[in-house]
C-alpha cells in the first residue's frame, strides 16, 4: 500500500501537467455565414451599431467579409495557437466559438456574431477553390492596382520603404519600362521602382535603388497576387 501512495504521488506532477495543457486551437471554421448581433466596448458597455459586420467562413481557410451595403473583402485568413484571426486588413482575437455564436474582441471593442439566418429560402452555394490560370504574358496585368491586404510568413519581411502600395502596369512602351511601383511614403510623381517586364518564370523584375523581382501567383477576376520574399501582396484593380 506504502509503495503505491508513493507511486501515484511522483505521477501526480505529470497527471496534473497534462491537464493544464490547452486544447489545440482550431485552424478553420466550419463553412458558414455570420452576422453581427451585438457590440460592447472593452468594459462591457452595449454601444449603438448601424455598421453591422457580415462574415462568410468557405472550404479551407477562404473567406467574405462585408460592412452593411459596403465592399466585399474576399481571401485566406489564419487562426494561430492563442486563437487569433487574421483577415490580413483586420484581426480580432476568438473569445468564444460554438456552432451558433463567436466572439470576437480587439483593442476597440467586443463583438458577438450569430448564425445568419437571412435568405434561408435560397440555396446557398459556397464557392469553388479558384483554379488559378498562369500569367505568361503581362498584357493580362495592365492596370491601375492598389494593395488591399498584405500578408507576411515566419521567416519574411521588409522595410516599410520597399513595402509595395500600389502598381500602374502599362505593358510595353517605347521607353523600356512596362509599369511602375509605389513604395512606401512615395509621392504621386515619384515611384521608387519601374517594371522591366515578365519573365518566363512568371516574375515581374524591378529597377530601382535595388533589384527585385516579384512572382506573379495570381492575376485573373479583378484580383492580382504577388509574392516576395516570404511576402505576398493582394491587390484589387480600379475601373
Known amino acids: 500500500m506504502r509503495k503505491v501512495l508513493i507511486l501515484l504521488l511522483l505521477l501526480l506532477p505529470g497527471m496534473v501537467q497534462a491537464r493544464d495543457k490547452k486544447k489545440p486551437v482550431p485552424k478553420h471554421f466550419l463553412p458558414g455565414r455570420w452576422v453581427e448581433v451585438k457590440r460592447l466596448t472593452l468594459d462591457s458597455t452595449e454601444v449603438p451599431f448601424k455598421d453591422t459586420l457580415f462574415m462568410t467562413f468557405q472550404i479551407r481557410d477562404t473567406f467574405t467579409y462585408r460592412v452593411r451595403n459596403g465592399f466585399v473583402y474576399r481571401g485566406k485568413y489564419t487562426i494561430d495557437d492563442d486563437g487569433h484571426l487574421d483577415f490580413g486588413t483586420v484581426s480580432y482575437d476568438i473569445a468564444l466559438r460554438r ?27 459556397l464557392e469553388k477553390e479558384e483554379k488559378i490560370v498562369p500569367v505568361t504574358d503581362i498584357d493580362v496585368m495592365i492596370g491601375h492596382w492598389t494593395v488591399y491586404k498584405r500578408t507576411i510568413d515566419k521567416e ?56 527585385r523581382f516579384l512572382k506573379v501567383v495570381k492575376c485573373q477576376k479583378g484580383e492580382m497576387i504577388l509574392e516576395e520574399n516570404g511576402v505576398s501582396y493582394y491587390f484589387k484593380q480600379f475601373k
Open 99 to 125: 456552432p451558433k455564436s463567436i466572439i470576437l474582441t480587439n483593442p476597440k471593442g467586443i463583438y458577438y456574431y450569430a448564425v445568419d439566418t437571412s435568405d434561408t429560402a435560397q440555396v446557398i452555394v
Open 156 to 211: 519574411g519581411g521588409t522595410d516599410f520603404s520597399s513595402q509595395i502600395k500600389s502598381a500602374y502596369i502599362t505593358g510595353p512602351s517605347t521607353d523600356s519600362k512596362q509599369g511602375v511601383l509605389y513604395c512606401g511614403n512615395d509621392a504621386d510623381d515619384n515611384p521608387s521602382w519601374t517594371i522591366k517586364g515578365l519573365g518566363t518564370d512568371q516574375s515581374l523584375e524591378c529597377a530601382g535603388k535595388t533589384q
